[in-house]
């Protein structure tokens, strides 16, 4: 009985995890169908390659994962690689949204928790800990944070033609906050709870992907 119901649970976080990755895709050729018809606006166009580098990064998982091609030796440090890309990009979009006259230390900070970031990949790496994707997640929501707080000190009608920048700022924002407690507590959770209950927690993961890409979804279709 319990095997089955492992199994069962396997199977559930599998079917969301592909479904986040085909929402990634989806993303991608939308953004791809925006830019081949030139109504991808230039600050989209650099989120048009963390979806390229995100699609690669998943399409290099799935080929190491069933042993089709083995690509990358180390995955692990791959993907404690890609915290930091997922960090520059999506927090460099951000920081380039922001209103206000605060450019100067939202650029330091930047560089800072980027810096931070590569430190703490070589740490992972050497301890097999994962606080690198932690801080990259934590600096996303802290500059979502810092464009929502301009948002509403600069007015709704200074952001009235940004829906679609507003969406993808969003998904990022909603995507980090959920996954965050599952990176953050992972180690510890999965030695107090049984394997089962781990697994159950562990598929906000995936569905933290499944929220933001849908996101990315509904920004890439208001774009006009």
């Known amino acids: 009985m319990s ?3 492992v199994g069962m649970i396997n199977v559930v976080f599998n079917i969301i995890f592909e479904i986040a990755n085909l929402l990634l895709v989806i993303s991608l050729l939308l953004a791809i169908n925006k830019f081949m018809k030139k109504e991808l606006p230039l600050n989209f166009v650099f989120l048009l390659f963390y979806l390229i580098i995100s699609t690669i990064q998943y399409l290099l998982f799935e080929l190491n994962r069933f042993s089709i091609l083995t690509i990358v030796e180390n995955q692990k440090f791959f993907n404690l690689f890609f915290a ?3 960090y520059c990009f999506l927090a460099f979009f951000i920081k380039n949204e922001i209103k206000g006259n605060q450019k100067n230390k939202n650029n330091l900070l930047f560089y800072l928790i980027g810096i931070i970031i590569l430190i703490l990949i070589y740490l992972d790496k050497l301890k097999s800990t994962q606080y690198s994707v932690t801080l990259s997640n934590l600096g996303l929501i802290i500059f ?3 464009y929502f707080n301009s948002y509403m000190k600069a007015g709704f009608e200074k952001f009235s ?3 679609s920048v507003f ?5 990022i924002f909603f995507g980090s906050l959920m996954l965050l407690p599952v990176i953050l507590f992972g180690y510890y959770l999965r030695s107090i709870l049984s394997p089962n209950a781990f697994f159950l927690i562990a598929t906000l993961a995936p569905i933290s992907s499944i929220v933001m890409y849908s996101f990315f979804i509904k920004s890439i279709l208001s774009i006009k």
């Open 3 to 5: 095997g089955n119901l």
């Open 84 to 86: 930091l890309i997922h």
């Open 144 to 146: 979502c944070s810092i």
């Open 161 to 163: 033609n940004q829906k």
């Open 167 to 171: 969406y993808f700022i969003s998904g």
